[in-house]
Nanobody
Framework: QVQYVESGGGLVQPGGSLRLSCVAS????????MGWYRQAPGKQRELVAA???????NYADFVEGRFTISRDDAKNYVYLQMNSLKPDDTAVYYC??????????WGRGTQVTVSA
């Protein structure tokens, strides 16, 4: 089973930027859709952005225009560029394949905190 390791989180002021990275333990080239999810304290995990093998991307309304997802199948990486960050973006961010039902195995995630 492919495992994912996320990195790049941290503390940033409102309006700032971060770039998250996710490396997979195996090939992601055959995984049609990869996504970034997030989970804030007391809330359910939600899908933030997804990207397919043909680089078609989709975003949740609350990040549209601010976040950009990309993937490098040759290196088994998925990235999330986050700009114009808001306090509401504070959460633990995870990457995983996009699937129904939602995947049951997750990495540790990377904490993003947006605060002045």
């Amino acid at each position: 089973q492919v495992q994912y390791v996320e990195s790049g989180g941290g503390l940033v002021q409102p309006g700032g930027s971060l770039r998250l990275s996710c490396v997979a333990s195996g090939s992601i080239s055959s995984i049609y859709a990869m996504g970034w999810y997030r989970q804030a304290p007391g809330k359910q995990r939600e899908l933030v952005a997804a990207i397919t093998t043909d680089d078609s991307a989709n975003y949740a309304d609350f990040v549209e225009g601010r976040f950009t997802i990309s993937r490098d199948d040759a290196k088994n990486y998925v990235y999330l560029q986050m700009n114009s960050l808001k306090p509401d973006d504070t959460a633990v961010y995870y990457c995983n394949r996009v699937a129904i039902p939602i995947p049951s195995h997750w990495g540790r995630g990377t904490q993003v905190t947006v605060s002045a």
